[in-house]
C-alpha cells in the first residue's frame, strides 16, 4: 500500500505478515508496528485488508508464448510451481479462519486478485492455440481451462512438496488435453525383447 509505510517484506521478499498463525487485525497490527484503528480505517473489513496485502504481495506469472498449446500450458505450470509450494500451503492453511469467516475459496480469493475483465493465464493459452488454429473456437467452461493449475494446486496442497516435472507433464498430456480434444505426447514405445 503505497504510503503507508506499515508493510515489511521478508528476506524472500514475502510478506512477514503471512507467517502469522492467523490473518488478524490484531496479527497485522503487531507485525507491522502500528495500531488497529489505523488499519480499521484504511480497510474497514478484514477481507480488504487481504487483498490489499496480497496484491503487493503476489506477484503474476507472466504467460509463455511458445508456439504452441502444450508447451505454453506445461512452461506455465513450471513456472507457477517454481518456488511457490511453500507460500500457497502457507497461505491455504493459516487463512482456514479467513475462508470459513467469509464463506469464500482460495480459488475465489485468486479470482479476486485479478485485475476485472482480465483474462486468467489459461484463458490466455486457450486463446492463443484457437488463434493459432490448434483448437476449434467452441465453448469451454472455465472448469475445463482452469484445470491444470487448479490440479497442480491440489497436489502441492495435498502432499505439502513440490510435484515433479513428470506429474506436471502428466496433468497436461494426459487430463488437459484430451478434455480439449487434443492427444497428448504418447509415451514412448517399450523396446521389444529378444528371444533368447
Known amino acids: 500500500m503505497p504510503g503507508t509505510g506499515i508493510w515489511r517484506r521478508s528476506s524472500g521478499g514475502r510478506p512477514r505478515t503471512l507467517r502469522n498463525p492467523a490473518f488478524t487485525y490484531e496479527a497485522v497490527a503487531a507485525r507491522a508496528g502500528t495500531s488497529r484503528p489505523v488499519l480499521y480505517r484504511r480497510w474497514p473489513q478484514r477481507e480488504d485488508l487481504l487483498l490489499a496485502t496480497l496484491k503487493k504481495f503476489w506477484q503474476p506469472i507472466a504467460v509463455p508464448d511458445a508456439g504452441s498449446l502444450r508447451d505454453d500450458a506445461i ?9 511457490r509450494v511453500q507460500m500457497v500451503t502457507m497461505m491455504s492453511v493459516q487463512l482456514m479462519d479467513y475462508f470459513r469467516d467469509t464463506a469464500t475459496t482460495f480459488s475465489e480469493l485468486r479470482e479476486a486478485l485479478i485485475p476485472p475483465g482480465r483474462a486468467t ?23 475445463v481451462v482452469n484445470l491444470p493449475f487448479d490440479v497442480l494446486r491440489h497436489d502441492m496442497l495435498l502432499t505439502m512438496r513440490e510435484a515433479s516435472d513428470e506429474s506436471i507433464v502428466e496433468i497436461v498430456d494426459e487430463v488437459w488435453l484430451p478434455l480439449l480434444g487434443v492427444p497428448g505426447t504418447p509415451p514412448a514405445p517399450s523396446t521389444p525383447t529378444r528371444p533368447a
Not at 512452461?75 to 518456488?83: D, N, P
Open 121 to 143: 493465464p489459461f484463458e490466455m493459452i486457450v486463446a492463443r492455440a484457437v488463434e493459432r488454429g490448434e483448437l476449434p473456437d467452441a465453448p469451454r467452461s472455465s472448469r
Open 75 to 83: 512452461s506455465f505450470l513450471r513456472k507457477a510451481h517454481a518456488g
